[in-house]
């Protein structure tokens, strides 16, 4: 069930450092009608996301990479824009701990086109959906 059309188009930044996955996600945005920023590590998510002079309206990222984890990366990206929300994908159990520790999006790969169409329409346009600031006990 889609919430609202993507017809403002709203622009997503995708990461994933697996070139199938970032490939076929930015894909399937781009057939739903948002505009695809795509970045294969961290660090060029961070220099597209300092070269785009719009708005980026969701990260979605991959919680494992090499070299910065997901979770790091929408941390850094949402103190430079204001207003980001946050959407993760992952391979791994227990990626639910982020849901309650920064109210993100969670979606677990693999995934069909439609749930995930589903899952980004209820981060970007439920408005009683709101992103948490970060509870996460950093305590170890």
Request: glycine share 6%; charged share 20%.
């Amino acid at each position: 069930m889609s919430l609202l059309p993507a017809t403002a188009r709203e622009t997503i930044l995708v990461v994933d450092d697996t070139p199938l996955v970032l490939s076929s996600v930015s894909l399937i945005l781009k057939n739903a009608g948002f505009t695809v920023l795509s970045a294969s590590s961290p660090e060029e998510a961070m220099q597209i996301s300092v070269d785009f002079a719009g708005t980026i309206h969701l990260l979605l990222t991959d919680v494992m990479m090499p070299r910065m984890s997901g979770p790091d990366l929408a941390k850094k990206l949402v103190k430079e824009r204001t207003g980001l929300k946050v959407m993760m994908m992952t391979g791994y159990t227990g990626g639910d701990l982020l849901v309650l520790n920064y109210g993100w999006q969670l979606i677990t790969k693999p995934f069909v086109p439609t749930l995930l169409r589903e899952k980004v329409d209820n981060v970007l346009y439920n408005p009683n959906r709101s992103q948490g600031t970060d509870h996460f006990d950093s305590r170890e």
